[in-house]
């Protein structure tokens, strides 16, 4: 591609200027220390590598032990943690680069295993989802979970703002709430995982309550110019629907935007799956929000130009090409064909798979 493109151009998102539209997507790895679920040394250097990116943002966090959902994932409560992390954005600054958490609550889709005394999963209702999750080195079906007492909701709200000072103790630009996939915000928002009665359930306002209500919180805690959230209206991920996604999606996104968070990031499509799964208008969802809106799933180069020209999107989120491509925004600039990903690396392990990947330059010069 020319240099010209549309994706090399500088962008400014809040108070930050991003020197290219690419970002990469909050990708789950498994790789974070136990027993206190702690970054390890070796995601210091796999963030640090990918520092060209316009913004990076981390694999989902979790901001209590309740709301882990698979082993070896990092949190963001502990102070170890915020510790681990502070390396992290410390080599990714060093390098020039600008680096948000995925802030993470991944209510139902647990084991108790993970849970603190070995207790249920936590979500709107006690509805069990039809998946499995990883834990204990193997594959198994979520825990049966209870619901949460309206009692319990103001201490979730409180755990994503720890979250979020905890995050900017670290040294993060920013935070994403994770409001997609079918984990907590997503759950008390679908029909299908919401039958409360309570101020938190029934229709479309009650139900988005708990990710709006988040929202606030932590924006206040960070700053709206340094939030962002992610959703994604028609993804079936973790055994999650919705009778009408885009009645509940166009309001949750008019109220999102009246909050002026820097940016929505939509999953469109089934996540990391079909982009065409179901009927929406996205073009709503960009319309209805006045600050960023991020686009993501299955995109390559040419859609994504494709978009950015028809103002239909003004970042674009890539996943899988970041993973094998430590140096995609280089790569772009000259044209160069990619590193294919190893998807048996994906989840779990040490730095195969992980931050061995070779840049362009690197293989330029074993030629």
Do not use: C
Request: hydrophobic letters at 40%.
């Amino acid at each position: 591609m020319s240099q010209s493109t549309k994706l090399l151009e500088p962008y400014k998102l809040g108070p930050l200027t991003l020197p290219n539209r690419l970002v990469m997507a909050p990708l789950t790895r498994n790789r974070a220390v136990p027993p206190g679920m702690v970054p390890s040394p070796l995601a210091v250097d796999y963030y640090g590598q990918r520092a060209s990116a316009g913004l990076l943002i981390t694999e989902a966090s979790q901001v209590s032990q309740q709301g882990q959902g698979y082993q070896d994932t990092p949190g963001i409560y502990s102070k170890e943690q915020v510790e681990g992390w502070r390396k992290v954005t410390d080599r990714v600054h060093e390098r020039g680069g600008r680096i948000f958490i995925q802030l993470w609550h991944v209510g139902r889709i647990s084991h108790v295993a993970l849970q603190p005394n070995g207790g249920a999963p936590v979500a709107p209702s006690a509805i069990k989802a039809k998946t499995k999750t990883f834990v204990n080195g193997t594959f198994a079906d979520v825990s049966e979970p209870r619901a949460l007492e309206l009692s319990e909701i103001p201490g979730i709200i409180e755990d994503f703002k720890r979250g979020t000072a905890n995050a900017l103790a670290a040294g993060f630009d920013g935070v994403e709430i994770h409001g997609a996939n079918g984990y907590l915000l997503d759950q008390f928002a679908r029909d299908g995982t919401n039958k409360r009665t309570d101020a938190y359930g029934g229709g479309i306002e009650n139900r988005a309550k708990l990710m709006l209500d988040v929202s606030k919180a932590v924006a206040i805690v960070a700053g709206a110019d340094r939030t962002g959230i992610r959703i994604s209206p028609v993804t079936p991920a973790n055994d999650i629907t919705d009778s009408n996604p885009q009645a509940l999606f166009d309001y949750i996104v008019d109220q999102l935007s009246a909050l002026k968070l820097t940016y929505l990031h939509v999953v469109e499509g089934a996540t990391g799956g079909p982009r065409d799964i179901a009927p929406f208008d996205y073009a709503s969802l960009r319309k209805r929000f006045k600050q960023a809106y991020v686009a993501n799933n299955g995109y390559d180069f040419a859609l994504a130009e494709k978009v950015l020209e028809a103002g239909a999107a003004d970042l674009i989120a890539f996943g899988k090409p970041f993973i094998s491509n430590p140096d995609l925004v280089e790569r772009l600039k000259a044209g160069a064909p990619l590193n294919e990903w190893d998807k048996a690396t994906f989840y779990g392990g040490g730095a195969k798979g992980y931050t061995d990947y070779p840049t362009l330059k690197a293989t330029e010069a074993a030629e």
